[in-house]
């Protein structure tokens, strides 16, 4: 992995402005996408070190893309972080490398982008 | 084997078996066969009530106990089971209810789990707020508070935030403003020491001509002395040339007493006389040259002192502009170093407005978070605010009415 390139996708454009400014003033080039549609393309062009994403999504799901991201063999490398607001969502049987619950803390966010990152 | 074929064995056998016994008893009175065949009929008809018909009545009370609780969940499932027991039988219906109690009881269990989990997360990033506002009695208006809190938490950062940026904006342009000021001033400082080079240049050149016109001054002073000595010799040669005329005369007198004796000093007196008369022509217009050049000289000198006087006004004009040209030298010079100064208060303004920028960022993007949260928990409220099983899970109630059903089941 030799960038520290992150999709981030969130429907609301304040959460992706705000991962934004918090990644990119540590280190992270950041490719922000509020279309759950075009994630995948975005991701197979990209090829990001990482991908976060949102799971409440209007259309498809995150929990629905990052099934198909991982049966994917060009794209099932990649790392992905869900993220949910949604208390009842359970965090088993979800195509994730990792899972978090809303709120997001920046700090543990950071740990695991370091983890995720180590051998950039 | 459904519900209705129960039915259908529980009272049609039974009524069968009564209706023919009383027919008999109608037929033959007292007949102790037949009394004895209408008690058998009578308890196969409880037996049969009661292997048949009981589950059903069972399952019925437990139905309507769900019904009577009123909670929608459970209307819907009855409901759901009644449609059901059109096509399936008792024993399937108490799998399916069982099956679906199980999965419900799953759900709450995770949901208890992951509410749990949660005031728990909340409790430790938000405790101070919690600890103010958090009252059992009224959940919902501790989150709705929490929410407005957090709102106006979100927007005030983001107000800040977008105002440094703008102020940061504004002190990159003042930056930039001073950068050229300053520019501007070292240009100043350049163009005024090069007027300085060249007047100290001009200056110079303007002594060498001064200096140049006080020789011219004193030569023609000199000149004037030398003329005013030639003039007076010019006069002594004259009274020469005169005595010698006049003593040219008489010697020619003398000669004319002597005879023949005398005739050649004649000649010889004429001639003294003649070289008398062209001295005195040559001195004449020797004393008219003089003179003339005298005059000449005269005018130069005056002309010269003109001159000199110009020469010495315009040294005194590059004197006056070396000295203002020194004192915006100076002021540039001041202008500089104040430029440079407000240069480096504004670099570190300009920093720490950045480092501001940068760590506030993270408190917008962790309140921006918590908002998050806080909409789904109220969402979670507005959702469940009438389920009063829920907000007794909330008050910290370790079993909640379902599992007190199961129990009395």
Known sequence: MSTKKIVVVDDEKINLKLFENFLNNRGYEVVAVDDGSQVVNTVTKEGPGAVIMDIVMPGRGGDEIAEQLKKSASTRHIPIILITADMLKPSEDLYADYFIRRPVMGDHLLKILADVFKDA | ?409
Do not use: W
């Open chain 2, 1 to 409: 084997m459904n519900i209705k074929s129960h039915r259908f064995f529980c009272f049609l056998i039974p009524l069968t078996v009564l209706t023919s016994g009383l027919l008999c008893l109608l037929d033959t009175a007292k007949n102790i066969i037949l009394v004895t065949q209408l008690a058998l009929s009578g308890i196969v008809f409880f037996i049969l009530f009661f292997i048949f018909l009981r589950p059903y009545k069972k399952t019925l009370r437990r139905l309507k106990l769900h019904k009577t609780n009123g909670n929608s969940v459970f209307t819907d499932i009855m409901t759901c089971c009644l449609e059901m027991n059109k096509y399936y039988g008792e024993e399937e219906l108490e799998r399916r209810i069982l099956s679906e109690r199980e999965q419900t009881q799953k759900e709450v269990s995770l949901a208890q789990d992951t509410l749990h989990s949660f005031r728990h997360r909340v409790d430790n990033s938000l405790s101070p707020i919690l600890k103010i506002f958090y009252t059992k009695e009224n959940d919902m208006t501790v989150i709705g508070k929490m929410s407005l809190i957090v709102e106006e938490l979100y927007k005030s950062i983001e107000t800040i935030v977008a105002k440094m940026k703008s102020q940061s904006e504004l002190l990159a342009l003042t930056f930039d403003a001073f950068d050229t000021t300053t520019l501007s001033l070292e240009q100043v400082d350049i163009i005024i020491e090069k007027a300085k080079g060249l007047s100290a240049h001009l200056q110079k050149e303007t002594a060498k001509g001064r200096d140049a016109l006080i020789q011219t001054r004193e030569s023609m002073k000199t000149i004037l002395e030398s003329s005013e000595k030639m003039v007076n010799i010019i006069t002594t040669i004259e009274d020469i040339s005169e005595q010698t005329n006049i003593l040219s005369i008489n010697a020619s007198i003398e000669s004319t007493h002597t005879k023949s004796g005398g005739k050649g000093f004649a000649v010889i007196s004429k001639e003294i006389r003649k070289l008398a008369n062209n001295t005195k022509t040559s001195s004449l217009e020797i004393r008219r040259m003089v003179e003339d050049m005298i005059q000449k000289t005269k005018k130069q000198a005056a002309l010269v002192e003109i001159v000199f006087n110009i020469f010495t006004q315009i040294n005194s004009y590059i004197e006056q502009t070396n000295e203002t040209n020194k004192n915006i030298y100076n002021i540039s010079k001041k202008g500089v170093i104040q430029g440079r100064e407000m240069q480096t208060a504004i670099n570190a303004l300009s920093a720490v407005a950045k480092v501001i920028i940068n760590s506030s960022d993270k408190e917008l993007f962790q309140a921006n978070e918590v908002l998050q949260i806080m909409n789904s928990l109220k969402k979670v409220f507005d959702e469940y605010k009438t389920n009063e099983e829920f907000l007794s899970f909330l008050e910290g109630e370790p079993s909640i009415q379902y599992e007190n059903r199961e129990r009395r089941a």
